[in-house]
Structure formats: C-alpha cells, structure tokens
C-alpha cells in the first residue's frame, strides 16, 4: 500500500470509523478504514493513481534535481562572471587613474606648448612690425638714393658739358698759340734772313 493511502486513512475524521473501533480513542486498521470507504475497484485505481502521482513526484524531484544543478552551474558561471567583471572594472579604474594623470600630463604640456606658441606669435607679430618699418625706411632711403643719383647724374652732365667746354676752349687756346708761335717763326725767320742779307753785303 501506498504511503499516500496511509497519509489518507489518517486524515479520515474520527466521526466515519462508525462501529470499527476496537477500543476508545483509537483508530482501526487501514485495511478495515479501506473496506469502509472503498470498493476494491476503486481502490485498485485510487492505487494506480497514487503510484502515478508519485512517479510525477519523481519526476518532478530530477527535474528539480536537474534544474538546481543546471541553475546552480550558471550561478556559478555567472558568479565567476561577476568576479572576472569585477576584476575587469578594477582593472579599467586603474587604467582610467592612469589615463587620467596622463591627461593631466599632456594637458599641461598642451598649456604649456599653446603659452610658447602665443609668445612666438607675438614675437612673431613684432618682428613683422619691424620689419615693416624696416622696409617702409629702405623705401625711403632707396627714393632719397634714387634722387641723389638724378642730381649726381645732372651734375655730372653738367660737369662733363662743362668740361667739354674748356677742352673746346683750351683747343682754341692752342690753335691761336700755334697760330701765333708760326706767325712769330715767319717773322723770325724773315728777320734772320734780312740779317744774314746785312751781313753779307757788310762784308
């Protein structure tokens, strides 16, 4: 018989037993309880029914069984999963402290790169500025040389003109110097003829 059946009888109400007590307070045999209630036939199938029960029990209990296990490896599995995600986040907080103080790092390399860039270029600007003035004041001094120039070129025209002149005068100087110098050799030269004429009529 079946513990089921056995759990039945001793949930019968104590009221049903009717004559079957054997003595007061106490309970009769099951298989008395059985025959009160049941037929055989019935019972036969209340038997079947309990025997399916508890193969539905027993299946129920593997399935148990192995849903515990399955779900006690994917605890496991998501336990090792949240140790190695843990681990995983330490690892990426010490990255990112250290990405952090390298940020620091080429951050004020970055200042300090963007502070000389903004000299230079002020340095930069200056020195366009005085190159400006620079080349303003050598446009003025190349104007001033290119005036000189016209005036040392119309002074030298003027000069060589005048030079011109005085060689042009000194030739005549020298025409009427030789013109004079052959006039004064006829006449010597006619006066010595006259003289060695004196002579020779002298002697």
Not at 128 to 149: C, K, M, S
């Amino acid at each position: 018989m079946s513990a089921y059946l056995k759990s039945l009888c001793n949930k019968v109400p104590h009221k049903h037993l009717g004559g079957y007590h054997k003595m007061k307070g106490q309970r009769p045999s099951l298989f008395k309880l059985m025959h009160v209630f049941l037929t055989e036939d019935s019972l036969k199938e209340m038997d079947l029914r309990c025997q399916s029960l508890e193969e539905d029990v027993r299946r129920v209990k593997l399935g148990k069984d192995e849903a515990e296990a399955v779900f006690g490896a994917q605890i496991e599995q998501l336990k090792a999963d949240s140790t190695e995600r843990d681990d995983c986040i330490e690892e990426v907080n010490r990255n990112l402290e250290t990405w952090k103080v390298k940020h620091e790092v080429l951050a004020a390399a970055r200042d300090e790169l963007n502070a000389k860039i903004t000299a230079l270029g002020a340095e930069i600007r200056s020195r366009d500025d005085h190159l400006h003035q620079l080349h303003l004041q050598l446009i003025v001094n190349a104007e001033e040389l290119r005036l000189r120039v016209v005036e040392l070129e119309i002074d030298v025209k003027r000069k060589q003109e005048s030079i011109i002149e005085g060689a042009e005068e000194k030739r005549e100087v020298i025409r009427q110097l030789c013109f004079s110098i052959e006039h004064y050799r006829s006449g010597y030269h006619q006066l010595r003829s006259a003289t060695s004429f004196c002579t020779f009529f002298a002697v």
